[in-house]
């Protein structure tokens, strides 16, 4: 059984990779959620995978804190629309939704973790939409910027080493497909990887690789 305070120092490096996974139940007995950091059961900044069977639904709810959600899998549902694999999906404070899904989904989720100044609501179909050259051979679509806190996919060709660099107010990935690496380790798709505020490293990749990257968010 997950804790409720799990992973909430924001200092310490965190990989949690699939053989790490411990699905737990959700108040809906047709959602389980993979805990990645939360404060609480049921409220307050979490960050999860969350899976929806074929035919589930959550009950109501509002987001008191803001909604952050990457579609990994399947096809997502609430009352406004369907959201294929793909979408990236910000829901901000005071919204509401009836989530479910028809045919089965999985989603990566941040809850309670939006600036109060922050009300752009965002639907992006990331299939779709058009990437940007990066440093060397990356390819980067910016999704979410506010302040100093930016999210964004970016797509890694085999071969494409980054400069050693320092998270200035941290970084956190989630590896979407390929594997990629470090001189920490190798990361499968799947993986979380929270790297601290002033943390370095030297990243690479043998394979294409596409990551969810956040940061600025954890200094």
Known sequence: MTPEHYNMDFSQRVVMTPKDYGWIASPS???TRMPLERAAAESGHTTSLVTYAAGASFAPHSHPGGEEIFVLEGIFEDESGS????????NPIGTSHRPSSTNGCTLFVKLAQHALEDQQHLVIDTRSAAFVPG????RVLPLHT???VSTAL???PAGERFVPH???GGEEIVVLSGAFQDEYGTYPAGT?????HLSTHH?????????FVKTGHLG
């Not at 979380?192 to 601290?196: A, E, G, M, N, V």
């Open 29 to 31: 007995a047709t959602v």
């Open 83 to 90: 959201y294929p694999a793909g979408t990236y999906l910000r």
């Open 135 to 138: 440093y060397g051979g990356l």
């Open 146 to 148: 506010h302040g100093c």
């Open 154 to 156: 970016v797509w890694w």
């Open 166 to 168: 320092t998270h200035v």
């Open 192 to 196: 979380w990887i929270r790297s601290p």
């Open 203 to 211: 990243p690479w990749v043998d394979e294409d690789t596409l990551i």
